[in-house]
Nanobody, 126 residues
């Protein structure tokens, strides 16, 4: 059974950087999508960056140019590098994954992601 586990995060001042990793133990999908979602208080959970196991990746406009998503398929680990952080980036960040049987792109839709980590908090102060 796949069990993603995030590590990293924390508190930083605006303009600073943080990085996460997500180790997806038990991942046996031959091809898959992984994503970083975030949820701020009283807001919906939204995807900020998605990546296909084949390498295709995409970003939400709110983080484009500031966040980088990457992966190490050999160890089933997902990464998120966040630069130029803003107070509006404050949220709990989750990694998630789903098997992608065909196609080489990934969705931003929450409903497709079947397995979720517990999340890690990011707080950006102004």
């Amino acid at each position: 059974q796949v069990q993603p586990a995030e590590s990293g995060g924390g508190s930083v001042q605006a303009g600073g950087s943080l990085a996460f990793s997500c180790a997806a133990s038990g991942l046996t999908y031959s091809t898959y999508c992984m994503a970083w979602f975030r949820q701020a208080p009283d807001k919906k959970r939204e995807a900020v960056a998605v990546i296909h196991s084949g390498g295709w990746r995409s970003f939400d406009d709110s983080v484009k140019g500031r966040f980088t998503i990457s992966q190490d398929n050999a160890v089933n680990t997902l990464y998120l590098q966040m630069n130029s952080l803003k107070p509006e980036d404050t949220a709990r960040y989750y990694c998630a994954t789903y098997a992608r049987a065909d196609g080489t792109t990934c969705t931003f839709a929450n409903r497709m992601y079947r397995v979720w980590g517990q999340g890690t908090q990011v707080t950006v102060s102004s």
